[in-house]
């Protein structure tokens, strides 16, 4: 496949001064998609909007890690690396300004956001892969962000977007039914994918890697300490998105089916995760595994492929079986363990099965 470089370019406007958060309803970048309907018609949302605007690359997307409610300043436009500046779907870039957009034009007009909000939309549209997948850059970068990514959910938001938009679901009723019947089948490709990289293990059907090479399917390793396994936290996003497919086919129940089987096999018990006062580690706190025979159930971030044995790594890229075994600062600076599935399993799973998987 060949490898497109990134091209990067900040669209520059003249835009109101903006000021971080100082509104009333204390608005901050984490919470910028959840405040009340009327919020999106203020000054301050269109504040925002013209702050966003500054961020979105040639490309269309925008880059991640930077609270955008703050217009870029020369500390930001000094700094070239790629994933600082390039664009991508990764730790819910694009996706957060897309849909506050949205938001901001369902109850003002689409004159003024218009045109930045369909680039970034039809952005999301053209990264796709034929074979349904998304990868982590768009333009291609070299190296494991080519991967199908499903890691932090990175794909099944952006499916959530098209779906939505598809629907002509609100905030989204303003796109054309050119955009919506491409998302909608978008989303089409993207469950074909999905159920294509569903891993089987001696035949059977488990769940899926953090992300899958983009070429043979197969769960692919990404930074140093994300080897190819089955996760016990991306699974469940793509389990949610299959399960709120309407009237689904057999090849879906199939899926969900296999995948809530495999977290219901692999939850653990027996001690708890908690993190701990520890001055010998930097920063004071440590996350360690207690014995509690009352403890979990919990579930790990990465299984070992063949043994359902949870794996842990360091920047060292060793496997190890236990969390302590790895250095501080990738101990302390992940999520090896969470309980992701845990209202899955116990109440929406069965309510889904319920409704759509017949009694034998």
């Not at 190819?228 to 899926?255: C, N, Q, T, Y």
Request: with cysteine.
């Amino acid at each position: 496949m060949a490898r497109i470089p990134a091209i990067f370019l900040l669209v520059l406007v003249a835009v109101p001064a903006f000021a971080g958060a100082a509104t009333t309803t204390k608005v901050t970048w984490a919470s910028i998609n959840s405040q009340p309907a009327a919020w999106y018609a203020t000054a301050d949302a269109r504040a925002a909007a013209d702050s966003i605007v500054q961020y979105q690359t040639a490309s269309g997307g925008w880059p991640k890690n930077r609270d955008m409610l703050l217009p870029p300043d020369a500390e930001f436009l000094a700094n070239q690396a790629m994933d600082h500046r390039a664009a991508t779907i990764d730790n819910d870039a694009t996706i957060i300004q897309v849909r506050f957009l949205a938001r901001v034009i369902a109850v003002t007009d689409a004159t003024r956001y218009g045109p930045v909000f369909f680039k970034g939309f039809d952005y999301l549209l053209a990264a796709q892969y034929a074979n349904g997948g998304w990868p982590q850059y768009y333009p291609l970068q070299e190296g494991y962000y080519t991967h199908i990514t499903f890691n932090d959910n990175a794909m099944i938001n952006v499916m959530e977007v098209l779906r939505d938009a598809g629907a002509g679901k609100e905030p989204f009723g303003f796109v054309d039914a050119a955009r919506r019947t491409k998302a909608l089948a978008a989303v089409d490709r993207g469950v074909a994918c999905i159920l294509r990289c569903q891993v089987a293990v001696a035949g059977v059907k488990t769940v899926w890697c953090a992300q899958h090479d983009e070429v043979t399917f197969a769960p692919a390793k990404a930074r140093l300490y994300e080897h190819p396994s089955l996760s016990g936290s991306e699974s469940v996003g793509i389990v949610r998105f299959l399960m709120a497919i309407d009237k689904p086919g057999p090849d879906i129940i199939a899926a969900v089916t296999a995948a809530a089987t495999w977290l219901d096999q692999a939850r653990l018990s027996g001690f708890r995760y908690e993190t701990v006062a520890d001055a010998s580690v930097p920063g004071g706190k440590n996350r360690v595994v207690i014995p509690d025979p009352a403890g979990g159930p919990l579930w790990a971030r990465f299984y070992e492929l063949g043994t359902n044995r949870p794996i842990f790594s360091g920047r060292d890229s060793v496997i190890r079986y236990a969390v302590s075994e790895i250095e501080a600062e990738r101990r302390n600076g992940y999520s090896w363990y969470g309980t992701w599935p845990r209202q899955l399993l116990e109440k929406d799973y069965p309510a889904w099965r319920t409704r759509w998987v017949p009694v034998r």
